[in-house]
């Protein structure tokens, strides 16, 4: 149980366009998802938290009009990185809890690795 | 403020050691927790244990025992009789439950990269 799946698995885009990376919990409602950034060799940086139903929640010095959080569903959320410059190119891995109060173990997506020429 | 402190960057063993990866944390809450991810070279996070702060009770699954000790503010990781798999990126990570019992966020050592040679 409690598997997260993400696609794609890779991308590479050119500079400017946009890439959507899907996230989804197969066997279980998430109600929170959250999604990191990790560079090479270095630790999981949280970037933005999501709720079902509400707008997700940026760490400080993260730019939301540059990466678009929607968690429509119970099951789904997505990251959208928008006008994608090389600097942007990164491992994004999702995670998925769902129990909101309390601290539940998240499961983490295989990530998606984002490579921008 | 939390901070979870991974001193040990790189680590190589020769296969069938003993291995234990550390693991420093701090926290002002008294009611936290504690978890390890491996992540092998495919990248994907693979969670392997999750401790609250009021259970200090050591554990062991198979090759793998996690040591807690509030005293030292340490939640280290023993793998026994080190198999090649075990290559890979080891996480501590630590969650503060926040006000009103929501979650609180992963904050995440800078991991270790485990190499265990044949």
């Known amino acids: 149980g409690a598997v997260v799946s993400q696609h794609p698995s890779r991308v590479i885009c050119k500079s400017g366009t946009s890439v959507k990376i899907e996230c989804r919990s197969l066997d279980f409602q998430a109600t929170t998802m959250f999604w990191y950034r990790q560079f090479p060799k270095q630790s999981l940086m949280l970037m933005a938290t999501?709720?079902?139903?509400?707008?997700?929640?940026?760490e400080q010095g993260v730019e939301k009009d540059k990466f678009l959080i929607n968690h429509a569903s119970l099951t789904l959320s997505t990251l959208t990185v928008t006008s994608a410059h090389p600097e942007d190119s990164s491992f994004y891995i999702c995670s998925a809890t769902y129990s909101p109060t309390s601290t539940d173990t998240q499961y983490f997506g295989p990530g998606t690795r984002l490579t921008v020429l | 403020a939390q901070k979870v402190t991974q001193a040990q960057t790189e680590i190589s063993v020769v296969e069938k050691e003993d291995v234990t990866l550390d693991c420093v944390y701090e926290t002002r809450d008294t009611t936290y927790y504690l978890f390890w991810y491996k992540q092998p070279p495919s990248g994907e996070l693979v969670f392997l244990i999750r401790r609250n702060s009021f259970d200090e009770q050591n554990e062991i699954s198979g090759r793998y025992s996690w040591n807690f000790q509030k005293s030292t503010s340490s939640f280290n990781f023993t793998i026994t009789a080190s198999q090649v798999v075990d290559s890979a990126v080891y996480f501590c990570?630590?969650?503060?439950?926040?006000?009103?019992?929501?979650?609180?966020?992963?904050?995440f050592g800078k991991g270790t990269k485990l190499s265990v040679k044949p």
């Open positions: 999501s709720n079902e139903g509400s707008k997700a929640t940026y």
């Open positions: 990570a630590l969650s503060e439950e926040e006000d009103g019992g929501s979650q609180g966020n992963l904050i």
